[in-house]
T-cell receptor, first 113, second 117 residues
Framework: QQQVKQSPQSLIVQKGGISIINCAYE??????FPWYQQFPGKGPALLIA?????SEKKEGRFTISFNKSAKQFSLHIMDSQPGDSATYFC????????????FGKGTRLSVIA | GAVVSQHPSRVICKSGTSVKIECRSL??????MFWYRQFPKQSLMLMAT?????????EQGVEKDKFLINHASLTLSTLTVTSAHPEDSSFYIC?????????????FGPGTRLTVL
């Protein structure tokens, strides 16, 4: 199975709150899990990525949590700001090859003041 | 670092014409580049994988004679939409993987908005 399932489809969060987006995958060969942020009319930008040898990775306000046994990973955005309003995509791939990323369907995040 | 550019950013053409889109990795070499198309409010759909010096690998359902891909150097891949029709109107995005990076980090260009009249 190549699918990556992402939820929720859309999310509204108050300014200062925590945004949480979840993804689940099927293929146990996947070993690289990035998150991308995309603003309207722009290309996706790599936000943060994790490998399965760690359960959590934090960069600033962004944290990835990874649960290998459950085949799930999530993005947490702490202290969410209006400028974080964008579409977020999780993805997965087999890390060491020149293989395409398998993307989730995306989550549209709106952070309201 | 890891900047990818695309040109043009926006193109409007008449039905039946061909359009070429360039994807360049500006500060790294990329043996492999990928081409995607994206419809409004949808995820990225992989069209093809482009390897420098060899033929592209197309995803099922993507017409290779319509979407010509050339990856002639380690920093440039081109996508030519031949005999474009209105249904080809979309947002086309490329990504590039740095050749000597250890993991499958991919960096995306800013996209090209194609409108076929």
């Amino acid at each position: 199975q190549q699918q990556v399932k992402q939820s929720p489809q859309s999310l509204i969060v108050q300014k200062g709150g925590i945004s949480i987006i979840n993804c689940a995958y099927e293929n146990t060969a996947f070993d690289y899990f990035p998150w991308y942020q995309q603003f309207p009319g722009k290309g996706p930008a790599l936000l943060i990525a994790i490998r399965p040898d760690v359960s959590e990775k934090k960069e600033g306000r962004f944290t990835i949590s990874f649960n290998k046994s459950a085949k799930q990973f999530s993005l947490h955005i702490m202290d969410s700001q209006p400028g974080d309003s964008a579409t977020y995509f999780c993805a997965a791939s087999m890390g060491t090859g020149n293989t395409p990323l398998v993307f989730g369907k995306g989550t549209r995040l709106s952070v309201i003041a | 670092g890891a900047v990818v550019s695309q040109h043009p950013s926006r193109v409007i053409c008449k039905s039946g014409t061909s359009v070429k889109i360039e994807c360049r990795s500006l500060d790294f070499q990329a043996t492999t580049m990928f081409w995607y198309r994206q419809f409004p409010k949808q995820s990225l759909m992989l069209m093809a994988t482009s390897n420098e010096g060899s033929k592209a690998t197309y995803e099922q359902g993507v017409e290779k004679d319509k979407f010509l891909i050339n990856h002639a150097s380690l920093t440039l891949s081109t996508l030519t939409v031949t005999s474009a029709h209105p249904e080809d109107s979309s947002f086309y995005i490329c990504s590039a993987r740095p050749t000597f990076w250890s993991y499958n980090e991919q960096f995306f260009g800013p996209g090209t908005r194609l409108t076929v009249l």
